[in-house]
Each structure stands twice: as structure tokens, then as C-alpha cells.
């Protein structure tokens, strides 16, 4: 038998096959911030470049940094201003509803007892499942005979369509996983059942509410077919604006990446300002003491 050495630690076969887990997860984790980041990081560096740097056969990773492509969006016929206001208003709105509709009709549906109920839940949110080819075709007859083509209105209610019942789904599970107890409490306090959902359920939920608001407005800000299809001169948002830049001429690959930081950054900002609302509206239910 070789002698230890003194001081040394044995690490048992179990503690070595953790630590190359650990290492292996890292590496995973690496590798996808760099698949998910680096294109990011290029193009915010693209959008400060001109137009000979950021159509060079060789990347350009040392360059004077220019705001031409950002001026030219709100200068001349390219005006980003408008359709920022449309995207913003369209996926604001509809976000906004589907979370105020959304989240009493979850509520009734986790607080419901009925037969069936199971399948209700699954045919709400496979209504969200469908291909966007088969609702654009209903929706656009509808639109049409009712006026709402080209309106901010129309762009509203579309995205409404696949945003609501998203978040019917997904408010129902955030309802269903606290104890009835609560709002039973509540209810023998002298609360009626509108005052127990007001005051004990939705403060309860604030995490699901707003992480049900953030993912519609995400769903509603990055569409590209309905607004295409439903939008117009009067209501076009920013992924039409991109589309505009790709011409018989040429792609203006300046403006392009501008365009494509103005459609992410808000997003991501969104996102990073409320991530700790995310984090625990997602994972909720994930780990029940029940």
C-alpha cells in the first residue's frame, strides 16, 4: 500500500464524478451565453459602424463608432417615430387586456369544480398552439367586414388572440397552487368572494401577474405575420419598418442593425428590470410542500 501524504485529503470516486458534473454543466452554460450573446453583441457593434466597415468581407472589431445609422431612422423618409408609438401601443394594450381578462377568467378556472375541466384548461391553451396560417385567414375576412384592417385596434385584438388565452393558461396555474385556505379566511371575515380574489388572491400572485405581462408584451413586440397581414400606413410597427429597409436596391445593413437594437434593448431592459418577479413566476409550482 502507498502511504499518504501528510495533510492530504481523499476525495471519494462520488465527490470527483460531482465535480465533473459541475465543470460539464459550466461549459454548457458557456456555450450557450456565447450562442445566445455574441450575435447580440454584433449586431449593437454593427449598428455604430458605417456602411464600409459593417459590409467589410473581414469583420471589423476595431472601427470609429458613428451614429449615422441611428440619426438616419428619424430623419427624412425613414422615421422610426411612428411606428415605435404603433409598437408600443399595440403590444402595451394587449398586453395590459390580456392580463386584466386573463387573469380572472384563470382564477374561475382553477376555482371552478366541474367535469371536464382538465380538458377545458388544455383546449384554452392549444388555441395559443395553433399555426399562425390558420388564424390569419379567418381573422382577416373578419377584420375586413368589420373595418379593422390598417388600425391599431385590429393590431390589438390579433395579438389578443394569441396572447389571451396564454395567459388564461398560465394565471390559472399561478391560482392553483395557493391554498384555498386563504381565501376560506377571507371569507368568513365577511369578505365577499370579488374582495377575497381583490385583496388576499391578487397581491398573492403579483409574480405570476407580472410575468404573464412581460411574456405577452415579448409575444406582441417581436411579431412580424400579423402585423404584415393586419397592419398599414396607419399602423405599422417595428419589425415592418425592418422589412422596409430590404429593398431591390440593396440592404441597408447600418440602419438594419439600428432597427434590430431598438426592437431587443427595450425587451431586454424589460426583462432584467423585473427578473426577479420572473424568476419566481416561473418556477412557481416547479417544487410544492404539499
Not at 456565447?34 to 457593434?45: A, C, F, N, Q
Not at 463608432?65 to 394594450?93: E, K, M, R
Not at 385584438?157 to 394565471?171: C, D, E, Q, S, V
Request: charged fraction near 10%; hydrophobic fraction near 55%; proline fraction near 5%.
Amino acid at each position: 500500500m502507498s502511504a499518504r501524504a501528510p495533510g492530504a485529503t481523499l476525495v471519494s470516486p462520488i465527490e470527483r464524478g460531482s465535480r465533473r458534473s459541475r465543470i460539464g454543466i459550466w461549459i454548457v452554460i458557456g456555450l450557450g451565453l456565447v450562442w445566445t450573446l455574441v450575435p447580440l453583441l454584433w449586431m449593437l457593434l454593427s449598428s455604430f459602424k458605417n456602411t464600409t466597415d459593417v459590409t467589410s468581407a473581414t469583420p471589423q472589431l476595431l472601427f470609429t463608432p458613428t451614429l449615422d445609422n441611428y440619426v438616419g431612422l428619424f430623419t427624412g423618409a425613414n422615421n422610426l417615430t411612428p411606428y415605435i408609438v404603433h409598437s408600443v401601443l399595440a403590444a402595451g394594450i394587449s398586453a395590459i387586456l390580456s392580463v386584466v381578462i386573463g387573469a380572472p377568467a384563470g382564477y374561475g378556472l382553477a376555482r371552478t369544480r366541474m367535469r371536464g375541466k382538465h380538458h377545458l384548461s388544455f383546449w384554452i391553451i392549444s388555441t395559443r398552439m395553433a399555426p399562425i396560417a390558420a388564424i390569419v385567414l379567418p381573422l382577416f375576412l373578419m377584420f375586413r367586414g368589420l373595418g379593422l384592417i390598417d388600425t391599431l385596434a385590429g393590431l390589438i385584438l390579433a395579438y389578443m388572440t394569441f396572447n389571451l388565452p396564454f395567459a388564461i393558461w398560465l394565471m390559472s396555474a399561478f391560482f392553483a397552487e395557493l391554498p384555498l385556505a386563504l381565501e376560506e379566511s377571507a371569507r368568513v371575515e365577511g369578505c365577499t368572494r370579488w374582495q377575497a380574489f381583490w385583496h388576499v388572491v391578487l397581491p398573492l400572485t403579483k409574480s405570476g401577474l407580472v410575468t404573464t405581462f412581460v411574456l405577452c408584451l415579448v409575444f406582441a413586440w417581436n411579431d412580424y405575420a400579423f402585423a404584415l397581414v393586419f397592419s398599414g400606413p396607419n399602423s405599422q410597427t417595428l419589425p415592418i419598418a425592418a422589412n422596409q429597409l430590404v429593398t431591390q436596391a440593396g440592404i441597408d445593413w447600418g440602419q438594419l442593425t439600428a432597427i434590430g437594437t431598438f426592437v431587443v434593448v427595450p425587451m431586454m431592459l424589460a426583462g432584467l428590470a423585473v427578473r426577479r418577479w420572473l424568476v419566481t413566476g416561473l418556477t412557481l409550482g416547479a417544487v410544492t410542500g404539499e
